[in-house]
């Protein structure tokens, strides 16, 4: 992919042209990420840090926070389940229960569990699962995406 940077100091507003032949995964990533602010703040022990949420293979409400799981570590960050659903969800976020947004591209398997609920192993091997009642949405979010990435 070729990239073209030109400061024009003259600009009242910046902004970004994108050229593209066929409108893939990678293209719409791009488009996401220049439309969103890309960190997000997280904190972990007293120390506040800022986090990438590509880096984040699901977000978890425990006793009213949330928290962002990363491969090996657990930051809790200011916004709620509901908030990071919203905002995140271009960037391939999606509520899975109550309590969890997982990142489809952080997952590896989906297995049948009981229950009609679904197992989603993840990038890391940790399970989380899909309740049957965010099933629906979850499989039609997957179907967007691939759909997404065959047609444009």
């Not at 009213?64 to 659903?85: H, S, Y």
């Not at 999606?94 to 489809?104: A, D, P, Q």
């Not at 591209?105 to 899909?130: H, S, T, W």
């Amino acid at each position: 992919m070729k990239i073209n940077r030109f400061r024009e100091p003259g600009l009242s507003e910046d902004y970004i042209d994108i050229h593209y032949r066929e409108y893939n995964e990678r293209i719409r990533r791009i488009v996401a990420l220049a439309g969103k602010e890309p960190m997000l703040l997280g904190k972990l022990e007293g120390e506040q840090v800022f986090l990438k949420p590509e880096e984040v293979y699901y977000f978890e409400a425990v006793d009213r926070k949330c928290f962002a799981c990363l491969e090996e570590e657990v930051f809790q960050v200011e916004q709620g389940i509901q908030a990071v659903a919203e905002k995140y969800s271009e960037l391939g976020f999606i509520r899975i229960s109550k309590s969890i947004v997982v990142n489809i591209y952080r997952v590896r398997k989906i297995k049948a569990d009981v229950n009609m609920k679904m197992q989603l192993v993840l990038d890391n091997g940790e399970k989380v699962i899909l309740n049957r009642s965010y099933k629906n949405d979850f499989l039609q979010f997957i179907r967007e995406r691939r759909n997404e990435h065959a047609t444009h």
